[in-house]
């Protein structure tokens, strides 16, 4: 197995003590993600949440979305939506 990754990725260790969760194309539906991590009882003390992209554009409320960023078990790697948010600026 290659260990040797790109600066850009971001190896993390295993969670032996909580739960991961994926979560994809959220699109700036800051709701929909509040009720989830309710109805799978989501425990930030050692749970972890992976966004694979799109956290906004398109729904009513991306600058809360993006709130999620500054989570310590929110991680979050950059969509086309991000992508196109930083060309951008
Ligand atoms: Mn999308």
Redesign the pocket.
């Known amino acids: 197995m290659n260990t040797k990754h790109p600066p850009w990725v971001r190896v993390l260790p295993s969670n032996q003590i909580g739960h991961d969760f994926v979560i ?2 959220l ?1 700036g539906c800051f709701d929909l993600p509040d009720r989830l991590l309710d109805h799978v009882r989501f425990d930030p003390a050692c749970d972890r949440m992976f966004s694979v ?2 956290l906004i ?2 729904g009513p409320d991306s600058l809360r979305s993006l709130g999620f960023l500054g989570a310590p078990w929110f991680y979050a790697m950059k ?3 991000e992508h196109m948010l930083l060309k951008y600026f």
């Open positions: 994809g194309d699109h992209g799109d554009d398109r969509g086309t939506r």
